[in-house]
């Protein structure tokens, strides 16, 4: 399988990822001001279990990152999950949701 292309499509509020020039999943998300509400994410039953889900989110969260001016609204439970396990992108989630998503303190 070659690595998949990822790119965002805002006429659709999407993120998208190709293989061999194929759809493999997608990320939908609303955009309110600066923060962007990803709400539904998913991978075409042919691409499962080959990490077109973890590759998608982890290249939108780098793209917002290295945007700085927006935070993110993880309404998705699969984008939620993501974040959970790479707590190191908690700082993109939306102060109100954030402490959520961040490591648990020690002590």
Do not use: K, N
Not at 20 to 27: K, R
Not at 59 to 76: F, Y
């Amino acid at each position: 399988m070659a690595d998949p292309v990822i790119t965002e499509h805002p006429e659709s509020s999407r993120w998208e990822a190709h293989v061999d020039g194929e759809l493999a999943g997608f990320a939908e998300y609303s955009t309110v001001g600066s923060r962007i509400i990803f709400t539904h994410t998913e991978v075409l039953p042919a691409h499962e279990g080959q990490g077109i889900g973890g590759a998608l989110t982890r290249a939108a969260l780098d793209a917002i990152r290295d945007r700085g001016s927006e935070e993110i609204v993880p309404i998705c439970p699969f984008i939620a999950g993501w974040i959970m396990r790479h707590r190191e992108y908690a700082p993109l989630v939306t102060p109100a949701l954030r402490r959520q998503f961040e490591a648990p303190s020690e002590g």
